[in-house]
């Protein structure tokens, strides 16, 4: 771990993390969006079998599959599933949006119509790992919104598989479309459609690097929810907290990939030093550590702050995508924390918590996207149409002042369609 | 204007409208980017010089190019944006969005904590016309969601000025940041930051295809908006409705782009003809009417359905910028329409109030991607942050479920941050 002391006049200038990209990658993904454009279902089948090295011909998972799945794991399993879906709509609830409509004194009604979008495809991201998390995380808020169409596409073993967890995860959920296909061609489909997969109008959930850039370059043919960095932790914390409830959860983000950032603020000294102690110790005893222990050596940081709004500066610099604060005075913290994915307060808020159980989408921004991104929500699910229905009276008493606006920009026609209409009224 | 019959049994398919891409505009952008990227302020002056032909050497707007643009615009001028500033500034009061919380029986705290944009760029474009609206519609949902820094860019006409209509709307919102820079080098700017134009976190407004490939590039990097494409009008009518009302509203957006579209969707024969003949009158009496001409030549449609549910389907088809309702029961066909930017209802709300005076912004999705993106609101610019506090009991409650999950999950270290946090509570 790097120590950085900053001075009291320092300005602050983190270590930009910002996600480099990638050329090599960047053409790939072109290359392979354009050959799942044209070739549909074949170039899936071609391209799973490149980078899944699985040959998978039908792509939606059958009842069977799912039966098998429910096979294989344990009832605590599926007693976590079904209790982390529960918090998870419970908290997504409070997040549904209404139409609405305000009336003017001249009988005009203005209003937004809140709509469900209609078809929405979820990125599930596999590999080292199964992320039946993933699945939750991303559909509630979808199904919350009342979405009618939802797909879930995520990349298969070698023997074409998807893991159970995933797969019981979405069938509690009530999805029935779930593809067995992964990284940037899953985001084509998405995006295009193909013989056996449809189009969908918004994708949405993190993937590795491939899938990021794909979301990217498909943006505005589909919507997306965000791109996708490696995880991120910032901890927030004063000489009075638990260095080795820090350490740990400096690790479980750690863990994730060998790009994920793992960094303490601190005004304490000897907190700095006993949390790298902690992180030493927790390393040793933990099982296949490479990646976090690859993590923590390139992007792990102590940033030792001369005072407690220095240290305010740099969590809002870093804007991380998770903030845990352990400080004395919490609450006063949140107030000045300006730029965070989610916020996690106090010793019993693990970072953990909120990946799995507390309630809010673990999807969450990264890279410094917290000053304008938004955690995955219910808002992410629905769309706004503006209406208007202008009564007699209203238009004309705007009329004069919109054929003002309308010459004064020079748009002839549009003062005329306001003069069609007084003229027919005078009639 | 081309004529297309729908029998019964017809699926609906209109034209595609959407934007083909250009590649070499793609690549004249990435190379604007770069350049001012590496060049900052050099690389706008000399952009400015090749693009807008003026000689600029300062880009913000001074007191005395204020006090000159109030000078210069007449008194009914200036209080019709006033009125339009008001107006828009209610509508989007209506739209404030607050943080929440709520508790869980077992002492948790869980919410989303609202936060507005630090710092936003706002483009308004300039060329063909001055668009003061554009102004008032792009600053008034960040100014009514409390974003600190907000700046204006637009393109200076070969004098080194912007129209005065512009400056007086800017002024009158008290936006003090305004540059006389436009096209893809205001984008750069906005999105790198040059020694005279600060960095900014999301970037709005419409602009031409150069402004809107530069917004797609930097997306990421900072915020944007939506990509914007040439301006949509549908006008939904049955033979009730009043054909030189239509045919108006029609052309008053045909006379923004020889791209933009105008359509007729009706089960009306008589009154597509009447439209139609209407359109060729008017066409003929309004002065300067060549880029409207050609727009109705190219993407003037009329869609004779032989339902109305039929005609329904043509319109969320289309997924269009604005969509007029002049049937005899415009409520019920609100509640189908699924696809929209904004909806128009009823004779006197001409699309043109919307343009100028009614509330909502004007800056709308086009190109069919209403499917998905929504007008531009004050939640264009705020964020939003979780907020997750477990109290002892609750992390405790959940702890299990928790690390079962985890383990499926293969993360060891996050299930080791939680039972840290258990070993230290037995202690």
Redesign the interface.
């Known amino acids: 771990m790097q120590f950085i002391r900053l001075e009291k006049e320092d300005t602050v200038v983190p270590k930009n993390l910002r996600l480099q990209e990638n050329e090599k990658a960047v053409q790939s993904v072109a290359t392979i969006l354009e050959q799942v454009k044209v070739e549909g279902d074949k170039a899936l089948v071609a391209l799973t079998k490149q980078f899944d090295k699985a040959t998978v011909s039908s792509f939606l998972v059958t009842k069977e599959e799912i039966e098998t799945a429910y096979g294989t ?1 344990r009832n ?2 599926l ?3 079904k ?2 879906i529960k918090n998870v709509t419970d ?1 997504h609830e ?2 549904i949006k209404t139409s ?1 409509m ?1 009336t003017r004194k001249d009988g ?3 209003g ?2 809140v ?1 469900p ?2 078809a929405v495809g979820l990125y599930v991201p596999g590999g ?6 993933s699945v939750i995380m991303n559909a509630v808020p979808a199904l919350v919104a009342g979405v009618e169409r939802i797909a879930i596409a995520s990349p298969p073993d070698p023997f074409g598989h998807l893991p159970a ?1 995933v797969l019981v995860a979405a069938n509690e959920l009530g999805i029935q479309s779930i593809y067995k296909v992964g990284g940037a061609q899953a985001i084509a489909a998405f995006a295009f459609g193909t013989e056996s997969i449809a189009k969908v ?2 994708i949405t959930g993190p993937g590795n690097q491939y899938v990021a850039l794909a979301k ?1 370059a498909v ?2 043919e ?2 997306i929810d965000m ?1 996708a960095g490696p995880s991120e932790i910032c901890v927030l914390a004063d000489e009075g907290a ?1 260095p ?2 820090i350490a ?2 400096l ?2 983000q ?3 990939d060998e790009l994920a950032s793992a960094i303490l603020v601190t005004t304490s000294n000897s907190l700095a030093e006993a949390v790298r102690d902690e992180v030493i110790n ?1 390393l040793n005893e ?4 490479e990646i ?1 222990r690859q993590a923590i050596s390139d992007y792990g940081q102590v940033f030792i702050c001369s005072s407690a709004n220095q240290a305010i500066d740099v969590v809002n610099e870093l804007a991380c995508e998770h903030v845990e604060i352990m400080t004395e005075d ?1 609450l006063e913290m ?1 107030g000045k ?25 673990h999807v ?1 921004p990264t890279n410094g ?7 995955l ?1 219910v ?1 992410d699910f629905i ?10 009276a ?2 004309q008493g ?1 009329a ?3 054929m ?3 010459r ?14 007084l003229k ?1 009224g005078t009639k």
């Open positions: 794991i605590e399993e007693d976590a599933i209790q982390a908290y409070e997040q609405w305000k005009s009604l203005l937004q119509k709509t979008l209609e080292k790992a199964a992320y039946p998390s967890g109008d918004k990217r943006f505005g589909v919507d791109i638990n080795s409830y740990a959860d690790l479980s750690a863990e994730h927790q933990l099982p296949n550590s976090a919490p949140v924390i300006k730029h965070a994915g989610a916020i996690f307060i106090g010793p019993y808020s693990a970072e953990v918590v909120g990946d799995y159980m507390a309630g809010p989408s969450l996207t917290a000053r304008f991104s938004s955690p929500s808002d769309k706004k149409t503006s209406v208007i229905s202008y009564s007699k209203a238009f705007d004069q002042a919109i003002t606006l309308a004064m920009e020079g748009l002839e026609a549009h003062a005329r369609a306001i003069e069609v209409r027919e």
